[in-house]
């Protein structure tokens, strides 16, 4: 379901793709083995879903939030004869389920919110349980539909923030493996690069989990785009001698005062780009903001298993026994971030009155739009 032109994108695997009529499955790109194996899950319970989106089979905010829409619908798509409340209630019960599979990305409680609206307006508008599946494929198709659009956009209003001739950085992976689309940060990278800007990336390589090594290093070489790995600590290194211009990074949740929660390393990061006066750009859709948490203090930071550190990938690399923390996310403050480009706009020097407005606007142009 990429939309085009893909900038390099179409040749990449759809992270997320709803296959055959309905009853259907869901097909998950399996990330935890790339860039060594290319391999596909085909998903038909919610349980499955919630195991995926858990192991981080499929992760980055957008597309946890686009798989989620499709994840709530395996649980009702073969209820077309059960009554409408049944199948609602059943829907609420998984929404309840697949919510509870990671706790930062607010794209997954964002995404079946809606789910769960477009189930209740279907059954107070008194549709059969046939017609209401109807509804709720529609608006699951429309989540991804809308990311990939939301992607495209976002690519063309980052594009001219993408220095010529000298690299950017970026953090984790924040790309077409991370969305419905062609990514958050990486999308005005592909963008600059298809205008024939001299483009070029610095990854980190994202520990524990690597994400920057494994994914942003595969899909940015895919895609044809020259890419350089270095290890986190390297970032400061690579600042200080001028080899970067600006850092993109994407976002699991902003809080309503510009506050960025991103993978953890995003907040040294930045810190890094203040010291060495290089822009800091976050790329992110309207969707991974939260206006219900006033700052980035109230968002809820995942923990994972100490083994991620301690054996990350098979060998075991500390002392048994040895105490760790494994916090997945940090916040990066609104100060340090020179602007958030979003699908409506671009937030300089964001701050709550900053947030709010362009969240509004957006509001009001998709409540026009119908
Ligand atoms: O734990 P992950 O791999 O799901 O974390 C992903 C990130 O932190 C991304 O940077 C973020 O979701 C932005 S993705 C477009």
Redesign the pocket.
């Known amino acids: 379901m990429h939309s085009s032109p893909s900038h390099g994108t179409d040749l990449l695997p759809a992270t997320v793709a709803w296959l055959g009529a309905r009853p259907g499955r869901v097909r998950l790109l399996e990330?935890t083995l790339l860039p060594l194996e290319t391999r596909f899950l085909e998903l038909e319970t919610v349980p499955q879903m919630v195991d995926a989106i858990r192991r981080?089979a499929v992760?980055?905010?957008?597309?946890?939030g686009v798989a989620a829409g499709y994840g709530a619908l395996l649980g009702v798509q073969h209820m077309v004869r059960a009554s409408t409340a049944e199948l609602v209630q059943r829907l609420v019960e998984d929404c309840r389920t697949l919510v509870a599979a990671?706790p930062?990305?607010v794209?997954l409680f964002w995404a079946l919110e809606r789910m769960e609206s477009a189930g209740k307006a279907a059954h107070a508008r008194g549709l059969d349980a046939a017609a209401a599946l109807d509804t709720l494929f529609a608006e699951a198709e429309a989540i991804h539909r809308e990311d990939a659009d939301q992607c495209r956009r976002m690519g063309e209003l980052g594009a001219p923030y993408v220095p010529d001739g000298v690299a950017v950085l970026t953090?984790?992976?924040?790309?077409a493996l991370?969305?419905g689309g062609m990514?958050?940060?990486?999308a005005p990278i592909y963008v600059a690069h298809s205008q024939g800007k001299r483009v070029s990336v610095y990854a980190d390589e994202t520990r524990p989990?690597l994400?920057g090594a494994r994914?942003t290093a595969w899909e940015l070489s895919q895609a044809g785009v020259p890419v350089t790995l270095i290890t986190d600590n390297m970032a400061a290194r690579v600042m200080s001698e001028g080899r970067v211009g600006a850092v993109f990074?994407?976002?699991?949740r902003i809080a309503a005062n510009g506050d960025v929660c991103?993978?953890?390393g995003?907040f040294g990061v930045a810190v890094l780009a203040r010291h060495h006066n290089l822009p800091f750009y976050v790329?992110?859709p309207t969707s991974?903001f939260d206006p219900t948490v006033p700052t980035g203090a109230e968002i809820p930071i995942?923990e994972r298993e100490p083994e991620e550190v301690t054996e990350g990938f098979g060998r075991r690399t500390a002392p048994t026994g040895v105490r760790v923390y494994n916090p997945?996310?940090d916040v990066t403050p609104a100060e340090l971030v020179t602007a958030i480009i979003t699908e409506a706009g671009v937030i300089e020097r964001p701050d709550r009155t900053r947030v709010l407005e362009l969240l509004s606007r957006a509001r009001h142009r998709a409540l026009a739009a119908g």
């Open positions: 990330q981080l992760r980055g905010a957008p597309a946890i990671r930062t990305a794209n953090h984790c992976n924040a790309g991370a969305t990514g958050t940060a990486l989990l994400q994914l990074v994407g976002s699991d991103n993978k953890i995003t790329v992110a991974t995942e997945a996310f």
